[in-house]
């Protein structure tokens, strides 16, 4: 599952890519925001992301787009 986060004043977008579904996800996500901790996310690779939950702009969750090539019309 691909969380992509946009902080506030960062020019691009922190994209994990994370083996948990998208309710667990969303989940970690209120929590942090709810308590203005950290959101901790562990990637696929196990390398944690911390993001300040007082910095997040936006999240998406999604499935991404992977294993296309070529271009998409």
Do not use: Y
Not at 18 to 46: N, R
Not at 47 to 68: D, Y
């Amino acid at each position: 599952m691909e969380v992509k986060i946009g902080i506030q004043q960062a020019p691009r977008e922190l994209i994990v890519d994370v083996d948990l579904d998208a309710d667990a996800v969303e989940k970690a996500i209120s929590e942090a925001l709810a308590s203005e901790g950290l959101v901790s996310l562990t990637d696929t690779k196990g390398r944690r992301v911390l993001v300040p939950s007082q910095r997040i702009a936006f999240v998406e969750v999604g499935t991404g787009a992977a294993g296309q090539v070529g271009f998409r019309s």
